[in-house]
C-alpha cells in the first residue's frame, strides 16, 4: 500500500517513521522533492483535471500501458491552457493503477530524464489503486509514466495543481492535526451517505489560503467505490442560511476501495473561491471519512 507523505524535518534534520501495527513490516521510502523558506518555484491549485484515462483514450492510446513500457503525458499547455504552456517545474497528480491480470508498479519521472529506481503507485492483481504524485516536467513540458509490472495495466491521472516561479502560493507545513472523523462521537451525522458530499469550511475566512495538504482514509465501507476531493461553489454564508446549491461533482477520483477495505492517500486539495472542500463518496454504500491535514499553501 503507497501513500505520499509530505512531512516537517525535526530540529536534528530527521523525520520518524512510526509502524503502528502489532507485527512487522519491511518498508520503502523514496524522496520526491522538499520545501525551502528561501525563493523557489510556487504552487497553483487546480480544480482536478482527467490529463490520462487509458480506458478510453483520453490523453494516451485507448489500450492498457504495456508490460515495461511507458507513455508521455503532456502537462504544459493542457487543462484547456489553465496549466501554462511554458515555466511548469513540476506537476502535482493523482495517478490510478486499474485493470492488471499481474501485480506491478508504476512511476512518473520527466520525460527525457532515465528511468528512477523508484515507485509511485504499488497495484495487485485486479486491484484499482490510487496515489498522489509530485514529478518534475520535463524541458518539452511533459512526463513519462512507466509500467513496472509483468502484465499490461490501465493507467488513470487527474491534475491538482502545478509549481511555477510565476506561481504565488508557498507550503506552509504544520503539525499532523485531525480535521474530521465521521466515527468520533463529536461527529453527529454519521457515516458519509453513497453519493453524498461533506463540506469542509477549510479557509473560508483566508482568501489567501488556497490549497490544503490533507491526508484522506476511508473505512468500513458498505460497498466499493470512489472519493472525489473538490472545491465548493458555495460561501459559508450560503450553508449557515440554508441556500446553497447542490455542487456539481467533477469526473476525477482522489482514492479507490472495495467492500471491507481501509484505504488512505495523500490529496492536495484546492480551495477555490470560497474556501470550502468537498468529500464525495460516489460509492452506494456508506463509508467512514477521517482527514489529517499536513500543512498548506498560501500566497504571499
Do not use: C, H
Amino acid at each position: 500500500m503507497p501513500n505520499q507523505v509530505i512531512v516537517p524535518i525535526g530540529d536534528k534534520g530527521q523525520v520518524n517513521l512510526y509502524n503502528g501495527s502489532s507485527g512487522t513490516v519491511d518498508l520503502i521510502a523514496d524522496i520526491a522533492g522538499y520545501f525551502t523558506q528561501s525563493a523557489a518555484s510556487g504552487y497553483s491549485p487546480l480544480a482536478p483535471y482527467r490529463v490520462v484515462d487509458t480506458r478510453s483514450g483520453v490523453g494516451a492510446p485507448k489500450r492498457q500501458l504495456a508490460a515495461g513500457a511507458s507513455v508521455a503525458v503532456q502537462i504544459a499547455g493542457n487543462d484547456k491552457k489553465k496549466l501554462p504552456s511554458s515555466g511548469i517545474t513540476a506537476v502535482a497528480l493523482n495517478v490510478t493503477a486499474t485493470g492488471s491480470p499481474s501485480s506491478g508498479f508504476l512511476t512518473a519521472y520527466p520525460d527525457g530524464k532515465s528511468l528512477p529506481t523508484a515507485s509511485n503507485v504499488n497495484f495487485s492483481k485486479g486491484q484499482t489503486i490510487a496515489n498522489s504524485v509530485i514529478v518534475p516536467v520535463g524541458s518539452d513540458g511533459r512526463i513519462r509514466i512507466y509500467n513496472g509490472g509483468k502484465k499490461p495495466v490501465s493507467v488513470v491521472i487527474d491534475a491538482v495543481g502545478y509549481y511555477s516561479a510565476a506561481s504565488r502560493s508557498a507550503y506552509l507545513p504544520m503539525y499532523p492535526t485531525r480535521y474530521l472523523d465521521t466515527r468520533a462521537k463529536t461527529w453527529k451525522y454519521g457515516p458519509l451517505e453513497g453519493g453524498g458530499y461533506i463540506d469542509m469550511p477549510l479557509s473560508s475566512d483566508y482568501p489567501d489560503v488556497t490549497g490544503w495538504v490533507l491526508n484522506a482514509t476511508v473505512t468500513s465501507t458498505k460497498s466499493s467505490g470512489y472519493l472525489t476531493v473538490s472545491p465548493d461553489p458555495n460561501s459559508y454564508q450560503a450553508y449557515q442560511g440554508g441556500w446553497e446549491v447542490w455542487p456539481t461533482k467533477p469526473g476525477s477520483s482522489s482514492l479507490n476501495w472495495l467492500r471491507g477495505q481501509t484505504v488512505p492517500n495523500l490529496v492536495q486539495a484546492s480551495t477555490g473561491s470560497t474556501g470550502i472542500v468537498d468529500f464525495w463518496n460516489t460509492g452506494k454504500g456508506t463509508v467512514n471519512l477521517v482527514v489529517d491535514a499536513f500543512g498548506y499553501y498560501q500566497n504571499d
